[in-house]
């Protein structure tokens, strides 16, 4: 049987925002009181890990992880981005559980262990996959890219290099896209609400890349009102493009916010899509990279939608091995 490091923890619970913001610090609990119900076997649970400023510093620029670190000793008052991420006290620090998360998660896969020596194959952090955030600013709720500090170092530290990131999320993965587009060793699939209906408004299915890199990514935008027979048709595209690569590494971002009545998209997904896309990419990471899979969460404003398709990600990932 497979085993899952699942992240939980309250440091890693303070990643969200005040008030009525959707992405409120109540999104792991939800996830976790689901989780705890369904009973699902072959859970490892981890606690948050603290990132670096170096981590930070390895996707980010300079100038941008200070007024980060600046914003959040101020706290509120001070938008991060455009108009969609406000700053908070801890703010820092809430960031770089984040992406501590998500490098202790590409340790154990990689590792087949975690640091206590128990055995993980596969690992979930539920606040990661933060993929609007740029180089230079934040965006879409997201402060740091923790992806793209992950796809960083899986190449510097354990030289993998043939990286597939999908994300399922409605909203387009802009921040690893255009960071890495003409990256022709990142290969990109992305399944997402249409953008001339919703935010980022980009990932037009034209864009598949530039320069050495065309070809290596595959945008599949999506018509509101899309349901699971649209989600699974595309995601037949994805999994024949995921085996042609045949990567070293697999990361999924798995946003809740297509589901049907998440209250920022006009999808009209199930937790049946979540469970078909978890089911394929975990039998193609067996088949090409000794297993190497790391779920990220992502978006989903609907607390009930958050806790049936992450934990059918979790599920599906604790099954035996194909």
Known sequence: MCQIAVFYGEALARYGFEGSHPFGTDR????????????????????????????ALSFHD??????????????????LDRGDTPAFKGVFEASLYVIGSTLAALDMVVAGKDSKGRKIDHAFNPIGG?????????????VF?????????ARKKYGINRVMYV???????????????????????DIHEDGRH?????????????????????????????GDDEFIKAFDKVEQFVDGIKPELIILQCGADGLAGDPIT???????????????????AHKHCMGR??????????????????TEVVRSFAMAKP
């Not at 899979?293 to 609907?302: D, E, F, H, K, T």
């Open 28 to 55: 792991l609990g939800a996830f976790w009181s689901k989780l705890q119900s369904e009973n699902v076997d072959n859970i490892v649970v981890e606690e948050p890990m603290l990132g670096t400023d170096q981590d």
């Open 145 to 153: 890219n923790d992806i793209g500090v992950a796809i960083l170092a």
């Open 130 to 142: 933060l993929h609007h955030a740029r180089r230079d600013t934040a965006g879409g709720f997201c």
């Open 293 to 310: 899979i790391i779920a990220l969460g992502g978006g989903g404003y609907n607390r009930a939608n958050i806790g049936a398709a992450w």
């Open 266 to 284: 006009h999808m009209q997904y199930s937790p049946a899509a979540h469970r078909y896309a978890a089911d394929a990419l975990h039998r193609l």
């Open 167 to 189: 994300d399922i999320d409605a909203h387009h993965g802009d921040g690893v896209f255009y960071e890495f587009e003409d990256d022709p060793l990142l290969f990109f699939a």
């Open 198 to 226: 919703l935010y980022p408004g980009t990932g037009s299915a034209s864009e598949i890349g530039k320069g050495t890199a065309a070809g290596t990514k595959l945008n599949l935008p999506l018509e509101p009102g899309a």
């Open 62 to 79: 300079k100038e941008y992880v200070d007024l980060v670190r600046m914003a959040s000793r101020h706290g509120g008052g001070m938008l």
